[in-house]
């Protein structure tokens, strides 16, 4: 059942803002027709009015302006005013309207060729941030702004964004087209503190519940109550587990003839399908007693129509006549209507089961009052709405523009089944962290038209295993659909691993959650946020850092060689070393280089000091439970150190949450792994494991707990998958250590164990795999064995593949 509102109607528009900036942060204002605010060193809001009348209200983009004021320096002199700080110099000839001669800021540091100088009005080169939508995209689409950029500085125009008034309702900007509102970010390189300013002032992440990082099932198919369950039941018996469960349009009345006599297409419904439901109330329960959250889908254009069940109750609402039972129009710039659409349509459905709203806004960004955006009132209410009755709230949505991070999780829409479509998710969704937006949910294996094709379905399910929200989706077909079992047995094999992975990886990902919204760094990001001065960093926009403790995805949004039947990826490994978590491979980095990998292998790397944290259970259960063992990935040949943040999801923000911390740290010198103690509520005795990626075999190995006796293990198994240590349970008021001895190394690849079933299952001719294997084992250097390749002409994505290993290393 859903929790019932503690909260009167009006707590609605309870959003804490602190729109009005410390005086002393600014400078001009008053009379004048400027006005500059110093928000941060790197973060200034410049303003000019015509009639000195400037805007004090919170933006859908800056809900915070009353920060810590920075240090500055303001001198006047001849006319001309300069205000000084750590990372920027602003040259304004005072008095003047905004223009590229009268106004200018010069980043410090050198990001181009000779410097790095802002002038207003001119266009700022900009590394792009995300969209509205996907929508019957087919590759790669146009990018909205940013805070980022290689020149070091560039801007939002905030002139025309809707407003929040005294009472938190939306408002709209004061007339006059002479009216300027923007900000200038000059963090020159240092993109995590451009977007960690971008946060200070538009208000950070929140944390999400635990659930939502789990599976999402989702299909728009006209299911029954016993279809639905059923197919969750196939779920469970597969050993697939899921957290959540979307219901598509289909759950209201839509084909029938009270619809059709309004002359309406039936997208807009509240009433359910008592056809497919006739029992909603038990259907919602049932899948809760599965431990699956619920969703239900949203078209709100239509209003509410004379056939609706809730009809009566919303027009005594909203004093509406029903003598000639004409609709009710959707306003939600009205607040008597988006009071009631909250609580006289959505709070019964909530109360029968629904945990959150699917918003389905695809009606563009007009509105009754000009300037108001109805996805951002949507999309704002349905957040502070959400979070009256639920501890950690939660909504769906598109993108309305910059600000939006504050309401995940974001839909990204109707794409098309393609693998150009697949090729541009990586990169959209890593550059969306560039404006802070780090929750992209997409429909995983394309949406709609394409065609079945069982290698690009099995790809992006591994993309979404390491993305942000996995939420398996399709259209209204027979045809396209996303149950493993309905692929060829090699698909389905795969599918059904990384499916299973991504809830093994809910350690890791809800630690990664927990520091997002603390600590400010989304979890993807381009590569350049870690390797600014490198240009490879910039080259490589489909691959991206995932989470904070050393891992890089290389996706493979390509089909494989079917000669070969090795799919392959160009990437950039910055320096360092790094080992392959799937195939146990190691590779120096500082290079470019091909990656291939067969159908079940997807190039996920770990560099040296890497410590990731999975659920030790090979089949985890549906929901988020925090789970009983832990199975810890380490990389040797660095010191690491990770702590695995818990709770019990009833801290209402990441301020307010009694976290249970468990330390996990390496020591390279020593080659000691200690783990905990652990502290907080939820604290336990759990059981431990330690998989030490292509650790070369050490002579011995000790653990202990606390410091009782150590005991030598017999050396266990040195898989090709790393070597396991087993701890066992451990109190969480306990300290468990695992040492290696001194300066463990990674080991070299087998050459011949990773090329042989290269050879061995491509199809070529056999005196070809002779030759190319005698070259392979040869005992020579590594530069003969590339010459020898090079010479014998072999074919270039079968050379690569059998480079990538030779010259790993």
Same mark, same amino acid.
Request: glycine letters at 8%; one cysteine or more.
């Given at each position: 059942?859903?929790?019932p509102?503690?909260?009167p109607?009006?707590?609605?528009s309870?959003?804490?803002?602190r ?9 001009g ?8 605010t110093v ?5 200034l809001?410049y303003?000019?009015?015509i009639d ?6 919170a933006s ?6 009353? =920060?810590?004021?920075?240090a500055?320096r303001?001198?006047?002199?001849n006319?001309?005013?300069?205000i ?7 040259t304004?000839?005072e008095g003047a309207?905004f223009s590229?001669?009268?106004l200018?800021?010069g ?5 181009g060729?000779?410097s ?5 009005g ?8 995300t969209?509205?939508?996907?929508d019957e995209?087919?590759g790669?689409?146009?990018l909205g702004?940013?805070v980022?950029s ?19 309702f939306?408002?709209t ?8 509102d923007?900000?200038l970010?000059?963090?020159?390189h240092? %993109?995590?503190g451009?977007? +960690? ?13 635990r659930?939502?990082l ?7 198919y006209a ?11 196939r779920f ?7 957290s *959540?469960?979307?219901?598509?349009m289909?759950w209201h ?9 309004? $002359?309406?297409?039936?997208w807009?419904g509240? !009433?359910?399908n008592k ?6 109330e038990?259907f ?11 969703s239900l889908n949203?078209?709100p254009?239509?209003?509410v ?11 005594e609402?909203?004093?509406?006549s029903?003598e ?5 129009h959707?306003?939600?710039?009205d607040r ?5 659409f909250?609580?006289?349509l959505h ?6 089961? *629904?945990?959150?709203?699917w ?6 960004s007009h509105?009754?009052i ?16 959400? +979070?009256?009755?639920h501890k ?10 910059p600000?939006?991070?504050? /309401? ?5 829409g109707?794409?098309?089944? !393609?693998?150009?479509?697949?090729a ?15 929750? #992209? ?15 690009l ?5 591994q ?14 077909s ?5 149950e ?5 047995p090699?698909a389905e ?8 992975y991504?809830?093994?990886? =809910?350690?890791?990902l /809800?630690?990664?959650?927990a520091?997002?919204a603390?600590?400010?760094?989304? =979890?993807?990001?381009?590569? /350049?946020?870690? %390797?600014?001065e490198l ?7 489909n691959? %991206?850092l995932f ?15 079917p000669?070969?039947?090795?799919a392959k990826t160009?990437? #950039?490994?910055?320096?360092g070393?790094y080992v392959?978590i ?18 079940e ?5 770990a560099k040296e000091?890497?410590i ?6 090979s089949?985890?259960?549906?929901g988020?439970?925090?789970?009983e063992n ?17 709770d019990?999801?009833?801290g209402?923000s990441?301020e307010?949450?009694k ?20 502290? $907080? ?11 030490f990626?292509?650790l ?8 202990s707990?606390?410091?009782g006796k150590?005991?030598?293990?017999v050396?266990?198994e040195?898989?090709?998958? $790393? ?6 349970k ?10 290696? $001895? ?8 087998d ?6 079933p290269?050879l061995a299952?491509a199809q ?5 795999k ?8 040869a ?11 090079l ?9 690569e ?7 790993a290393e």
């Amino acid at each position: 059942m859903g929790e019932p509102s503690p909260q009167p109607t009006s707590h609605r528009s309870d959003f804490p803002t602190r729109p009005v900036a410390n005086p002393e942060a600014i400078v001009g204002g008053g009379s004048s027709k400027f006005r500059f605010t110093v928000l941060t060193p790197g973060l200034l809001r410049y303003e000019w009015a015509i009639d000195s009348q400037f805007e004090d209200r919170a933006s859908v983009f800056a809900i915070n302006r009353e =920060l810590p004021v920075p240090a500055f320096r303001q001198v006047s002199k001849n006319g001309t005013l300069e205000i000084i700080t750590d990372l920027f110099h602003l040259t304004y000839e005072e008095g003047a309207q905004f223009s590229s001669s009268s106004l200018s800021a010069g980043v410090k540091g050198t990001f181009g060729c000779h410097s790095s100088v802002w002038r207003y009005g001119e266009a700022c080169e900009n590394l792009g941030g995300t969209a509205r939508t996907l929508d019957e995209a087919d590759g790669r689409i146009p990018l909205g702004p940013g805070v980022v950029s290689k020149k070091g500085y560039t801007t939002i125009d905030d002139s025309s964004s809707m407003l929040f008034d005294a009472e938190g309702f939306v408002a709209t900007r004061k007339s006059g087209s002479e009216r300027v509102d923007g900000y200038l970010f000059t963090y020159g390189h240092d %993109y995590a503190g451009a977007v +960690k300013a971008l946060y200070a002032l538009s208000g950070n992440q929140p944390l999400l519940p635990r659930w939502a990082l789990g599976n999402w099932w989702s299909r728009y198919y006209a299911y029954s109550d016993k279809e639905y369950l059923q197919l969750m039941d196939r779920f469970e018996a597969e050993k697939i587990p899921f957290s *959540v469960a979307v219901l598509d349009m289909d759950w209201h009345v839509v084909d029938d003839p009270m619809v059709k006599a309004t $002359g309406k297409t039936g997208w807009t419904g509240y !009433t359910w399908n008592k056809d497919l439901f006739p029992e909603p109330e038990k259907f919602l329960e049932a899948l809760h007693e599965r431990k699956l959250k619920v969703s239900l889908n949203d078209h709100p254009a239509d209003g509410v129509q004379n056939y609706e069940d809730l009809y009566p109750a919303m027009a005594e609402a909203m004093s509406h006549s029903t003598e000639h039972k004409d609709p009710i129009h959707f306003d939600i710039t009205d607040r008597s209507f988006l009071n009631a659409f909250f609580d006289v349509l959505h709070r019964p459905l909530e109360d029968q089961g *629904v945990d959150f709203w699917w918003v389905d806004w695809q009606q563009g960004s007009h509105s009754r009052i000009p300037g108001i955006d109805p996805l951002w009132v949507l999309n704002h209410f349905h957040f502070v709405d959400n +979070k009256l009755h639920h501890k950690r709230p939660l909504t769906f949505s598109r993108y309305a523009g910059p600000g939006s991070h504050r /309401y995940p999780v974001g839909f990204s829409g109707d794409t098309i089944v !393609t693998w150009d479509s697949l090729a541009f998710q990586p990169e959209f969704t890593a550059t969306a962290s560039n404006i802070g937006y780090g929750w #992209w949910s997409h429909d995983i294996g394309g949406h709609m038209f394409g065609g079945k094709d069982d290698e690009l379905s099995t790809r992006w399910v591994q993309l979404g295993c390491f993305s942000p929200i996995l939420r398996l989706h399709s259209s209204n077909s027979q045809w396209t659909r996303k149950e493993p079992w309905t692929y060829g047995p090699e698909a389905e094999k795969v599918m059904t691993k990384f499916l299973r992975y991504r809830h093994r990886l =809910l350690p890791y990902l /809800y630690t990664m959650n927990a520091q997002s919204a603390t600590e400010g760094l989304p =979890l993807v990001r381009p590569m /350049y946020w870690s %390797y600014p001065e490198l240009d490879e960093a910039y080259e490589v926009p489909n691959q %991206y850092l995932f989470g904070h403790s050393g891992l890089l995805v290389m996706p493979i949004t390509a089909p494989q060689d079917p000669v070969l039947r090795l799919a392959k990826t160009k990437g #950039w490994l910055p320096p360092g070393r790094y080992v392959d978590i799937f195939t146990g491979a190691v590779y120096n980095g500082d290079r470019n280089l091909w990656i291939s990998r067969t159908l079940e292998e997807f190039p996920v790397f770990a560099k040296e000091g890497s410590i990731i944290t999975l659920d030790a259970a090979s089949e985890p259960e549906n929901g988020e439970s925090n789970p009983e063992n832990i199975e810890i990935l380490i990389v040797v040949g660095a010191d690491g150190e990770f702590e695995l943040l818990e709770d019990d999801g009833r801290g209402s923000s990441s301020e307010e949450v009694k976290w249970t911390r468990t330390p996990i740290k390496y020591s390279q010198a020593d080659g000691t792994v200690t783990i905990g103690p652990s502290t $907080g509520p939820v604290a336990k005795p759990r059981g431990w494991s330690v998989r030490f990626l292509a650790l070369d075999k050490p002579s011995e190995i000790h653990v202990s707990v606390d410091s009782g006796k150590t005991k030598k293990l017999v050396q266990p198994e040195n898989e090709r998958k $790393g070597l396991v240590v087993k701890v066992g349970k451990v109190s969480p008021s306990s300290q468990a250590t695992i040492s290696l $001895g001194s300066n463990p190394n990674l080991r070299q690849n087998d050459l011949e164990a990773f090329i042989r079933p290269i050879l061995a299952d491509a199809q070529i001719k056999f005196q070809l795999k002779e030759q190319i294997w005698q070259i392979v084992v040869a005992k020579v250097p590594t530069t003969r064995k590339v010459s020898s390749l090079l010479a014998l002409g072999v074919e270039e994505n079968l050379r690569e593949a059998v480079l990538e290993y030779v010259l790993a290393e």
